[in-house]
């Protein structure tokens, strides 16, 4: 759709082919509602950010401002933890996501999984309220457990045994934050920002998620541009995984990296 079409979409909530169907005559409130949106649009704010929500895995999920916006390519990871928990054919899935921000890969996950519990991990309280706003959308509310802490904190101190571990970390090197599109650099910097190369947070996820995995596990991450060699690396000198694998978003780019914990 164009932006004009999302706008009106939200404007009137309804769908793009009704706005051609059905054709209505904007109200004076209605219209100044949409000059509005156009102009932040002119300021950079992103379409998301604007109309309040986004679609993800085909589900609904509302956003604005201090939360990372849900992309495509974070439905590929979506799919491939749900193709390889699907094929261990477990009675039950308890799944931990690493920095949950809008609980899309949490939400989505439980959704498509009856028979899965999460923990949605994340230290910033602006993104847990909308991770808790659209698990309560989507109906999984009660299937789903937020904690509001720092990673590394809660790694070391958690209980809990994971059937999988998920994440989408920041990973966008120090260097580049100044290069990115204005839209956005309106999103949480401290979704983005993942050290000096990018790949700060995974030096102690893929240590760390070998202590809460059950044997068998598995830990699915997803990385930026280039990433995915040196990440493949990390895991294998990381004593303990197994059958590292690397898979590619829809434009044909490296960007899932998954792993498996040795069952010895």
């Given amino acids: 759709m164009t932006e004009d079409e999302l706008f009106l979409t939200a404007i009137l909530n309804c769908s793009r082919s009704a706005l051609y169907v059905n054709p209505q005559v904007l109200s004076a409130d209605q219209q100044k509602r949409l000059d509005k949106m156009r102009n932040q649009r002119r300021l950079g704010e992103p379409v998301q950010y604007i109309t309040g929500f986004t679609e993800f895995f085909g589900h609904r999920f509302e956003v604005g401002p201090g939360v990372l916006i849900p992309r495509p390519e974070t439905e590929v990871l979506a799919d491939v933890l749900i193709r390889a928990l699907k094929a261990q ?81 920041p990973y966008i090197p ?42 068998g596990g598995v830990l699915a991450v997803e990385h930026g541009d ?27 780019r490296s960007r899932i990296v998954m792993a498996q914990k040795s069952n010895s």
């Avoid at 599109?181 to 996820?205: M, N």
């Avoid at 280039?226 to 434009?251: C, H, M, Y």
């Fill in 89 to 169: 054919d477990r009675k039950a899935y308890f799944i931990l996501d690493i920095g949950t921000g809008s609980g899309c890969l949490a939400v989505t996950l439980v959704k498509e999984l009856p028979n899965c519990r999460a923990v949605a991990l994340d230290v910033s309280s602006d993104a847990l309220n909308y991770a808790r706003r659209n698990a309560e959308i989507n109906g999984v509310m009660e299937r789903i457990e937020f904690v509001e802490r720092d990673v590394f904190w809660f790694m070391d101190e958690t209980l809990h045994r994971f059937d999988a571990v998920v994440s989408n970390p």
């Fill in 174 to 215: 120090t260097c580049s934050m100044h290069h990115l599109p204005i839209d956005v650099k309106h999103e949480p910097e401290l979704a983005l920002e993942g050290g000096a190369d990018g790949l700060h947070f995974y030096r102690y996820i893929a240590p760390a998620s070998r202590k809460v995995l059950k044997s």
């Fill in 226 to 252: 280039g990433q995915s060699k040196e990440l493949q690396n990390l895991f294998a000198i990381t004593a303990g995984w197994d059958k590292i694998q690397s898979f590619k978003d829809n434009a044909g």
